[in-house]
């Protein structure tokens, strides 16, 4: 059996349906978009699975979920596709692509012709066995990447009211899985190798302060070393975590969150790949102008941070698809896509978000003590990365546009001093309207500079800023 469709998209994540979404604000013709997937359900809010759908009380069920209202925008339940003639292949599986051919073959034996291939394929849970550790398909082992992993979380959950949970890991997943355990009245313990939480973003001071609250609940923090093993009762169930230093503890269920591979294989010797990505150019192009690559899988130019980078965030994910459709759908009319790196996560009642690159130094502002913080990253004498814990719609707006900007920085001490007043007061020239941000949604992308920065004093006069403002971000480094 062999069909062909103008765009096809192989992957069913969040990326399919934003991107989905976009090609109909285009004008896409019915018929002329396929997405493929190998999950059973349409395209989702994969954050909504550590946040909202772990909750004891009213949790979050589909279709209440599915893309894409993580933006505030459209709810794309199945009929939706229906009703603009996009095909969803679900729960189908492609088992080879042949991007000279610009044909695939799905596990059914049917062929597929495209003349645009979008590869959103995600990427899939690192597994205990990859490090030589036995036991994830025992029943009570967890893992959090789908709506199945999910269901079966729950359930798990839902049988050790009042027992002990071991955490594995200490990234995103893993602190936002143990305070959903916490508030389902599960004890947790969280083992990580690294000196503290979250260590590709955080800095000791702001880990130490979310610690420090995790404990304050009940969690308990090891540090420092890694699981070798588990002990195992007569029916396969882990009764115990062994560690590598030799100590052991008692679990009732345990959670695996340490990291992500991209699903590149399907690619692999057809494609340029780097950084274990598939590498694009700044219009999202693979290495074959036919194929276009989104989301977790795609390593892309980021001009703040002055190198490609794969960025592992559901923002990310968005913002590429939805540029892609516009690149495909309107060429003429799409520039390359500029994009400023955004991380965001929401626990217990936290709710923080970093801008832009954690390169260089850093300077620690606000209450540590409080409710409200955050920090700068300064990088060859400007501002590149910024991160606010407990800010107001306007006040996460200031960081992401003074971060967009790269303003000059010549007295760490005296950014230390200003905090957050420092990005406020360049905000006052021009307010722009960002999307707020729940469970499982965005802030927004910045395609091209548009943000005036209120220089410091001696830099420029009231009268120039507009000008100095197009002039600084045409000449920021590209990658």
């Not at 990326?15 to 896409?28: D, H, M, N």
């Not at 009211?161 to 071991?166: D, E, F, I, Q, S």
């Not at 520039?335 to 978000?353: D, H, Q, T, V």
Request: glycine share 10%; net charge negative.
């Amino acid at each position: 059996m062999e069909r062909g469709f103008e765009y096809v998209i192989v992957g069913g994540g969040v990326a399919a349906g934003y991107a989905a979404l976009e090609f109909t604000k285009r004008g896409v013709s019915h018929a002329q978009l396929c997405i493929i997937s190998e999950e059973p359900v349409a395209p989702y809010e994969r954050p909504t699975l550590s946040k909202k759908f772990l909750h004891p009380e009213s949790p979050a069920r589909l279709p209440s979920f599915h893309t894409c209202v993580g933006a505030n925008e459209e709810l794309l339940t199945p009929t939706w596709y229906e009703e603009h003639g996009i095909e969803l292949v679900l729960g189908t599986r492609v088992e080879s692509v042949d991007v000279g051919q610009k044909t695939l073959l799905t596990a059914s034996g049917e062929t597929m012709r495209y003349e645009t291939l979008i590869i959103a394929t995600g990427a899939k849970a690192l597994k205990l066995e990859e490090f030589g550790v036995k036991g994830s398909e025992a029943e009570n082992v967890c893992y959090l990447r789908d709506l199945a992993d999910a269901d079966r979380l729950v359930n798990v959950m839902q049988s050790c009211t009042g027992g002990n949970a071991v955490v594995i890991g200490g990234g995103y997943i893993a602190m936002e899985c143990a305070a959903s355990l916490v508030t389902n009245k599960i004890n947790v313990t969280m083992v990580f190798p690294e000196a503290h939480c979250m260590p590709r973003l955080f800095t000791p001071k702001i880990a130490s302060y979310y610690e420090d609250y995790y404990q304050s609940k009940g969690v308990k923090f090891i540090r420092g070393t890694i699981l070798s093993s588990f002990e195992f009762d007569s029916n396969g169930k882990v009764t115990a975590v062994n560690l590598r230093d030799g100590s052991q503890i008692l679990a009732d269920m345990v959670v695996v969150g340490i990291g992500i591979r991209p699903n590149t294989s399907l690619f692999e010797g057809q494609l340029t790949m780097e950084k274990g990505g598939i590498k694009v150019n700044g219009k999202l192009q693979t290495s074959n102008d036919s194929v276009y690559a989104v989301g977790d899988v795609a390593v892309f130019p980021v001009d703040l941070c002055g190198r490609i980078r794969r960025l592992e965030h559901v923002d990310s994910a968005r913002k590429t698809a939805k540029h892609v459709a516009a690149v495909i759908m309107e060429p003429e009319k799409t520039g390359e896509f500029k994009y400023l790196p955004l991380f965001y996560s929401k626990a217990f009642s936290f709710s923080w978000r970093f801008y832009g690159d954690n390169a260089g130094e850093v300077v620690h502002f606000g209450d540590y003590l409080g409710t409200k913080f955050g920090a700068y990253w300064i990088n060859n004498g400007h501002l590149v990365g910024s991160f606010l814990e407990g800010g107001t719609e306007d006040e996460f707006e200031a960081i992401a546009n003074a971060t967009q900007l790269k303003p000059a920085v010549d007295d760490l001490a005296e950014v230390g001093r200003q905090g957050l007043n420092f990005a406020m007061t360049g905000n006052k020239q021009i307010k722009s309207h960002t999307p707020s941000i729940e469970a499982g949604t965005s802030s927004p992308v910045v395609e091209t500079p548009i943000y005036p920065w209120h220089a410091t004093a001696g830099v420029a006069v009231a009268a120039s800023v507009a000008a100095f403002a197009y002039w600084y971000g045409r000449r920021r480094r590209r990658w």
